[in-house]
């Protein structure tokens, strides 16, 4: 099997784990809701094209991949909060953008909006458990996405300036390493760090801008997670450092992401 369109890998191997998640880890999630973020980024990404004019074919697998992002991580009581997220992250794109790139990556601002400004949703960072096989599951789908699209860069540099720092903190109060892999063994980082953090389209252009964003993510979901307790610090450090991307695509100039360009690095 090979695809010519790197999206179709991410359909397919998020899929694959919403599969995986509620047939292994017995999640709450119901297919209901799933249905529902479907449906609302699906329809919302019609409506936007419609009125702005803009060709449907080229953006409608990524709302799909959109809804099942927030599928995997956002957590909801009640279906209007997951159609108001999906509403949320559809729209972003078109309205915080500078020229025909937008800075918000969608699902990200999706569940951070529902976070905001709902009562009733959550996100649970230790949704897939600790057991080393996910890793492997998850890396292996990531990278064979990451290779069509060239973005390991982002991937290595927030991976090891995470990791750097929280070994760092480890050995500074002395714990155990048991203690330093449980912080890291997280599904939803790894996740997060193979699918949101290297999004082509939000994120910025060229490698070295891409590493120095992904080295100040880092830091801030470090901060945010060991001194505030944020357990989804991951998740606002994105939100917050996102719209620094345009600074840095005006700092090193690039060639702008397309996925008909996929093939080829920048």
Same mark, same amino acid.
């Given at each position: 099997?090979?695809?010519?369109?790197?999206?179709?890998?991410?359909?397919?191997?998020?899929?694959?784990?919403?599969?995986?998640?509620?047939?292994?880890?017995?999640?709450?999630?119901?297919?209901?809701?799933?249905?529902?973020?479907?449906?609302?980024?699906?329809?919302?990404?019609?409506?936007?094209?419609?009125?702005?004019?803009?060709?449907?074919?080229?953006?409608?697998?990524?709302?799909?991949?959109?809804?099942?992002?927030?599928?995997?991580?956002?957590?909801? &009581?009640? *279906?209007?909060?997951?159609? +108001? /997220? =999906?509403?949320?992250? !559809? #729209?972003? @794109?078109? %309205?915080?953008?500078?020229?025909?790139?937008?800075?918000?990556?969608?699902?990200?601002?999706?569940?951070?909006?529902?976070?905001?400004?709902?009562?009733?949703?959550?996100?649970?960072?230790?949704?897939?458990?600790? &057991?080393? *096989?996910?890793?492997?599951? +998850? /890396? =292996?789908?990531?990278? !064979? #996405?990451? @290779?069509? %699209?060239?973005?390991?860069?982002?991937?290595?540099?927030?991976?090891?300036?995470?990791?750097?720092?929280?070994?760092?903190?480890?050995?500074?109060?002395?714990?155990?390493?048991?203690?330093?892999?449980?912080?890291?063994?997280?599904?939803?980082?790894?996740? +997060? /760090?193979?699918?949101?953090?290297?999004?082509?389209?939000?994120?910025?252009?060229?490698?070295?801008?891409?590493?120095?964003?992904?080295?100040?993510?880092?830091?801030?979901?470090?901060?945010?997670?060991?001194?505030?307790?944020?357990?989804?610090?991951?998740?606002?450090?994105?939100?917050?450092?996102?719209?620094?991307?345009?600074?840095?695509?005006?700092?090193?100039?690039?060639?702008?992401?397309?996925?008909?360009?996929?093939?080829?690095?920048?």
């Amino acid at each position: 099997m090979c695809f010519k369109d790197p999206r179709d890998y991410q359909i397919l191997f998020l899929c694959l784990f919403l599969i995986l998640g509620i047939g292994a880890r017995d999640w709450t999630l119901k297919p209901e809701i799933i249905c529902v973020a479907i449906g609302t980024c699906l329809v919302t990404q019609l409506l936007m094209c419609f009125f702005i004019a803009t060709p449907i074919e080229k953006s409608i697998k990524s709302a799909l991949i959109t809804s099942l992002g927030l599928s995997l991580l956002l957590r909801v &009581d009640h *279906w209007t909060t997951m159609a +108001f /997220a =999906g509403m949320s992250a !559809i #729209v972003s @794109k078109f %309205v915080f953008k500078v020229g025909d790139k937008h800075f918000f990556n969608p699902a990200n601002f999706g569940i951070i909006t529902a976070l905001v400004f709902t009562n009733d949703a959550w996100v649970s960072p230790g949704q897939w458990g600790e &057991d080393w *096989w996910y890793a492997l599951v +998850f /890396a =292996g789908c990531g990278g !064979i #996405v990451l @290779k069509r %699209v060239g973005r390991w860069d982002t991937t290595a540099a927030f991976l090891g300036a995470y990791s750097l720092l929280e070994a760092v903190r480890n050995l500074w109060l002395g714990w155990t390493w048991d203690v330093y892999w449980h912080r890291l063994m997280s599904g939803s980082l790894i996740l +997060f /760090a193979l699918f949101m953090v290297t999004d082509p389209r939000s994120i910025p252009n060229t490698s070295t801008s891409r590493i120095a964003w992904a080295l100040c993510i880092a830091a801030l979901s470090f901060i945010l997670r060991n001194y505030f307790y944020l357990s989804t610090a991951v998740f606002w450090a994105l939100f917050a450092l996102a719209p620094i991307t345009v600074w840095f695509d005006t700092l090193f100039k690039g060639r702008h992401f397309e996925w008909v360009n996929a093939k080829f690095d920048i």
